[in-house]
Structures are given as C-alpha cells and as structure tokens.
C-alpha cells in the first residue's frame, strides 16, 4: 500500500523551496511539495477595489476563506511566513486588465504599485492531506489529473460590483468515506471547510459531471456519490466578470508556499 | 434543578421584540432574549476606516469575530435578518467622536451618513447558551453579574491604525468543564471559539483576578480554573485607541437580536 503520509516538510525545506522560486528556479505547479504546509491562491488588486473584495470574502467565506490580507502597498503577509515577498515568491503570475488575461509572468516586481492590496486564500491542497492521511483515496489525484470543477446555481453574496455563482469541486467517494470527509474538512473552515453539496447535482445546476467547466473529467462509479466543496476559482471567476482595470492572480496550481501548518487551520 | 433550556424564540417573538426595541419600548440590556438567536456587537465606522478595521478583524478573528459587514451607506445586514435598521433597531447607541465618548442615543437616525459601515461581531451570548444547554453552570450568570473582562499581554495583529492588547473574559470552571467548554465553544469560531487561555492570569499579564478592568468580579473556587475566551471589547478599545473622527458602538449589553440561529454557527 502506498504511505500516504509524507512527511512534514521542515522550516528549512520550506524556505529552500521559496527561495528557489524566488530565484526561478521553480516555475512549475506546487501541488503535492512542502507536505504539511498550507498554499494559498492570490488575488491582487488596487486599494480601489480592496474594501469591496474583503467584503465579499467574509460573506463567502466557504468559496473565499482568507488566510491573510496585506497592508495597502506591501508585498507582504508576515502572519504567513516572516520572508515572503508576494512580488517573487509564487512560481507564476496572471495580469488582467478590464478583466481580460493580458501576460503570465514569472514576477510583478516591475508591476507593483503603492496602492495594490494582495488577497491570500485558502486552497483544497489543505483539506486533501487531511483526507489523504485518512486513508480517504482521492481519484483525480490517484490519476494525476486536475479536480473537476463546476459553475453552479449556488449564488454568492454580493458585495460592491462582486457577484456571481459559486464554483465547485468535486470528488467522487463511497458513501462512508463521504461521511468521514464530512467530519475531516468541518475541521478546516479556513480552508473551504465542510462539502456545500452531496449526491445530487442538478439541484445545484449541473447538468453533466462528465463536463466540468474547469479542470479534469473524473468518472463517478456506481457506488460512489460526487461530494462537491466550494472552490477557489469563485473569488477569481467574480473578480474578473467586474472587469476590475487591474489584477493580478497566481498562475494556475502555482501556490503561494507558507510556513504555516495545515494542523494549525483546524479548528479543533 | 433550574431548566437551563429556554424554548428557542420564535421567528415572531423575534420579530416582535426586534418591533418593540425599534419603536423604543425597550431599551434595556438584551441579555437572555430571544433564545438561541444570535445576538451581535454593534461598530460603525466611516468607510475612510473602515477597510482598515475589516483587515484588523480578520486577522484578530477569536476576539472580533465579524457577523456581517453592511454596504457603504446602507443601514442594512440582510444575511441578519431582511427587516434589519441598524438605526434603530438597538436598545441604546453610544456615539464617539475622536475616540471620545460623546453621548447615549436610543436611535441613530439623525446621524447617520452615505459613507457610514456598520460592522456587526458575534458576542458570547451564543456560546455561553451552548454551555448552560451542556449543563455546565456560568457563575456570573447565576449571580446576575456582568462577566469579568481583562486586558491582557497578548497583542492583537494591527491593521493600519488599529493595534493594542487583546481584552479577555473569564469564567470559572471545574476542570472537567473547562475541557468540555473546550470541545463546546471550538464549535463555535464564529462567536470568539475555543479558550485562548486557562489557568494561569500570570502568563497572560493578568495580575489579580479580582480586579478585573470591565465587568464584575467573580470569585473563582479553589477547585476552580480561570478559562479566558476572547472578549468584543477587544475591537471597541482597539478603535477607540486609535481616536476615529467618528464611531458609533452598541450600548454595554443592548446588542443587536438578529434572526439567526446559534446552532447555524456552529462549524461541526
């Protein structure tokens, strides 16, 4: 059986990994390094806009689960790691301009500006090691695919222009392993928390699994239900249909590396 | 044996009390109304502060633990209760100008202004009814004393303006019901959670419990630990620290009765 348990990733790894992306020498992906760690997804946008997202966020904290906020102007999320600079610390950067995808790049040293205020949010990364660690098989991981994820009918809480349906994930499990997920990610309410839905996906408006609007098919089988948790893709897929003049996101799957333990987001 | 479950108030009995405070009939505290609805602590801050106060309050969640946040302007918090007037729909308003209390008003029609924010943060009530439902006894409560309060030596993480120690409550506890108030009130983070301290006043800068710096003071037996949950006042004193040209709080113990349930917040 494979050993599901990695082990936890020291301090010093932790910030040789940061480093080597700071430097470039990491562009790919992070999933599945610095076990134990917990990732964030970025969102950057002017001071302007701030107010209006932080709103959002804490009326949608199951799609958009803040880990931490930066002072206007700072790069930095002290509260995440005391040496991270938002500028250089992800593996690559999305700019959007009027809501559109206008380059990818490698840093935003040369785009940052005295009035940006940078957003990190929890990630699925979190509770997925904790259902790993449980024994619980997760397919698209098994599969080396991305998860699936969905548009829904689920309508987020507006706040100033942000609006817009919630986007999920979903992960097909037994019904015994859907419950044991059930009390896992309760633990974790900063990082997507419990599942929204179970079972039942056309009442939240989707009509066919094996389309997804975002990442990877993966077959439900007879015995298993699709158990869908609120995703990240919202707060960005809400912050882009507001045409903000400017943005910046972290590439896809190209997370934020923070000190902090996935063990210290449980809430009990 | 006292019957420590009072039946859950009714959407109407809601209604009605809410209805009552609105045309001014009560303004008294609201301590032990409408049971098992949410009760909140009121700030309201000139937008100019209050994107800075929304990044103190998520980055001090276990003493500020954020409700709702109202659009700029907008006395109302819908996801609360859809009737809502945050103007008038308190028992009593303190009003504060350069960190100065200035008065006590029963409504605050008058002053209210477009670039106002209200900010409303879950109180104790709700996790003090889970615990006198579990059957563990609040001292202050059957005393029909105020709880005692604390500054303490924990800091809280500032936010622009915003900075200072945290504020405490505490409640003696047989150690059996300390570790049961543990398991209860982490299931409640949206209303101050677990502990963040038990037992040693010292360790936290706490000097004499029996004199406590808000509240009433409440002995603790020598089979007794002192449990400290972060308290509300927190927010208010770290506001009021930073002199804001204009604020408007609740009165001591008139809290905002919202319709929702404290079982909803629970996260398990």
Redesign the interface.
């Known amino acids: 059986m494979t050993d599901l348990r990695a082990p936890l990733a020291s301090d010093a790894e932790v910030a040789a990994l940061r480093h080597r992306i700071r430097r470039g020498e990491h562009t790919a992906h992070t999933s599945g390094l610095a076990a134990g760690r917990v990732q964030g997804n970025l969102v950057v946008l002017p001071?302007a806009q701030?107010?209006d997202f932080?709103?959002f966020c804490?009326?949608n904290p199951r799609p958009c689960p803040?880990l931490?906020?930066s002072?206007p102007g700072s790069p930095r999320v002290p509260?995440l790691g005391a040496d991270i600079d938002l500028r250089t610390d992800l593996p690559g950067y999305r700019v959007w301009r009027d809501g559109e995808l206008a380059e990818e790049r490698a840093d935003i040293g040369a785009l940052w500006r005295d009035d940006l205020v940078a957003f990190v949010l929890g990630c699925s990364f979190s509770f997925e090691e904790a259902l790993l660690q449980s024994g619980i098989a997760l397919r698209h991981v098994a599969c080396g695919a991305n998860v699936a994820m969905y548009r829904t009918s689920i309508p987020t809480?507006a706040?100033?222009p942000f609006a817009g349906p919630m986007v999920v994930s979903m992960r097909p499990l037994k019904p015994a392993d859907a419950i044991r997920a059930v009390?896992i990610t309760?633990?974790f309410?900063g990082v997507h928390?419990?599942p929204v839905h179970i079972g039942l996906p056309q009442a939240i408006g989707i009509a066919d699994l094996a389309r997804p609007d975002f990442g990877d098919p993966v077959p439900v089988l007879d015995d298993e239900l699709p158990v869908f948790w609120a995703c990240g893709v919202t707060p960005q897929s809400v912050v882009m249909a507001s045409r903000p003049p400017f943005c910046i996101t972290h590439s896809p799957g190209a997370m934020l590396v923070t000190d902090l333990l996935n063990d210290r987001l449980a809430?009990?």
Chains 1, 2 share one sequence.
């Open positions: 001071e701030a107010f932080l709103r804490q009326r803040l931490a906020v002072e509260l809480v706040a100033g009390q309760s633990r309410p928390g419990a809430a009990f």
